[in-house]
């Protein structure tokens, strides 16, 4: 091989990789705004469909769970809160599964989503389906509780996926819940009511005045 | 021209029959094992593979001779990630249902060698319309072995099919409630099925082409 042949070659291999970088750069340029403005538009949905109730969901701030990032959210109706949505993560059988769980404001489930996970499909991967979330409806902190029995007032598992049950109720869903009332509660709700009883006691004095 | 018109449709076919890629080749067959635990994902990664393997094929016919022979394997496999990529980003730019669905199964193609190998053995030596009928045929033959693998492996395991109704929904069919061998949707399964659709697709193919050959003497 002559010297020849090693530029040759090289400026074959430069100027056909230069020119794949500047078409996917081309493609990336146009398309990345759009995928930005999808991404938000379905994590706005995804909210929405959680909280039907609710005319805003703003993000309140951001936690950690098994090292990943996740975010909370508050909903409101007409400037009053009706409830909180997080972002947790559960250690299932063979993955962290990505878990949104919508609570009115005592802090009651109302609704969760999986939006990812890698359980064994036909066992795990029934935790997204209806039948398993409806059992974590109307629960509190203290009845996220995984039985293998047949039971209403905690959460029956999958049979034959026990783990994974447990992973979505006492991992993502119950650590959400239980950083939801140690965050949320004494800042904003607390507050709320005594600035509330202040406000009536300051206008009782008003009316006695009178 | 008849007998152009002729080869072509023999190069069509022989993407799908005679050296279909998971049947006869035994190629990428890690993906095709990866996916095909429901109907609807086998569905959309043959057809995401037919796309990716025709436009790569059109693309290296293309560039075939300005191409130096001692390094046209990183430009093939520029070629590859490069459509991967395109395709990728446009589905999460225009289709974002599809692409939440199917973009996991996307990036794998990068990974197929079946792509690079009819990039290598077919297109950088063949003009555009029969490198393009070249990977229209293995693209097909491609999402043939997937559906039916799927097929199969949905039915079997859980006795359902999901149907993909649109490019983002779907309809479940329910034969059977309990779920009859399991096994066929783990992993394992995905072995059991390609052996046992392979051995059939080979058993049939040989029977077929012994009377082909035989009527045409």
Redesign the interface.
């Known amino acids: 091989m002559t010297g020849k042949d090693i530029i040759?070659?090289t400026l074959?291999?430069v100027i056909?990789?230069l020119i794949?970088g500047f078409?996917?750069a081309f493609?990336?340029a146009?398309?990345?705004p759009?995928?930005y403005k999808?991404?938000e538009e379905?994590e706005k949905k995804a909210l929405k469909e959680l909280m039907p109730e609710a005319d805003t969901n703003d993000k309140l701030g951001d936690w950690s769970i098994h090292d990943k990032h996740a975010k909370y959210f508050i909903s409101k109706k007409g400037g009053d809160t009706v409830g909180y949505i997080i972002q947790s993560f559960g250690k299932g059988y063979s993955s962290y599964i990505n878990t949104f769980v919508a609570v009115d404001k005592d802090f009651i489930v109302q609704k969760i989503n999986i939006l990812a996970h890698g359980e064994?499909?036909?066992?795990g991967d029934e935790i997204e389906l209806d039948y398993f979330k409806d059992r974590l409806k109307g629960k509190d902190i203290e009845h996220l509780k995984v039985l293998k029995t047949e039971t209403k007032e905690y959460v029956e598992a999958i049979s034959g996926a026990t783990i994974s049950s447990r992973a979505v109720t006492e991992d993502a869903v119950k650590n959400g819940v239980a950083f939801l009332i140690k965050t949320v509660n004494p800042a904003t709700e607390q507050h709320g009511s005594i600035s509330n009883e202040v406000k009536e006691g300051g206008n009782t004095d008003v009316k006695q005045q009178h | 021209m008849s007998s152009n018109s002729t080869s072509l449709k023999e190069l069509f076919l022989n993407g799908i029959i005679k050296e279909n890629t998971i049947f006869k080749l035994a190629l990428s067959l890690c993906p095709s094992i990866a996916v095909t635990n429901n109907l609807k994902n086998g569905i959309f990664m043959g057809l995401a593979v037919l796309f990716v393997q025709t436009m790569v094929n059109i693309t290296i016919s293309l560039m075939r001779k300005v191409i130096q022979p001692k390094v046209r394997l990183p430009i093939f496999m520029l070629v590859i990630s490069g459509w991967v990529t395109i395709t990728q980003m446009m589905m999460a730019a225009f289709v974002p249902d599809v692409y939440a669905k199917v973009g996991l199964y996307i990036a794998l193609i990068v990974a197929f060698a079946s792509i690079l190998a009819r990039a290598e053995m077919f297109a950088s030596k063949n003009s555009i319309m029969p490198s393009m009928v070249d990977g229209l045929g293995m693209g097909v033959g491609f999402l043939f072995a997937l559906t039916a693998i799927s097929f199969f492996r949905e039915l079997v395991g859980k006795g359902t099919l999901t149907v993909p109704t649109g490019l983002a929904t779907q309809h479940v069919f329910t034969f059977i409630n309990t779920k009859p061998l399991l096994i066929m949707v783990l992993p394992a399964g995905g072995f059991l099925a390609v052996g046992i659709l392979m051995a059939a697709f080979n058993w049939l193919d040989t029977k077929y082409m012994k009377k082909g050959a035989h009527s045409s003497h």
Do not use: H
């Not at chain 1, 064994?120 to 066992?123: F, I």
């Open positions: 040759k070659i074959n291999l056909v990789y794949g078409i996917l493609v990336f146009n398309a990345s759009k995928i999808n991404n379905a064994t499909p036909g066992l």
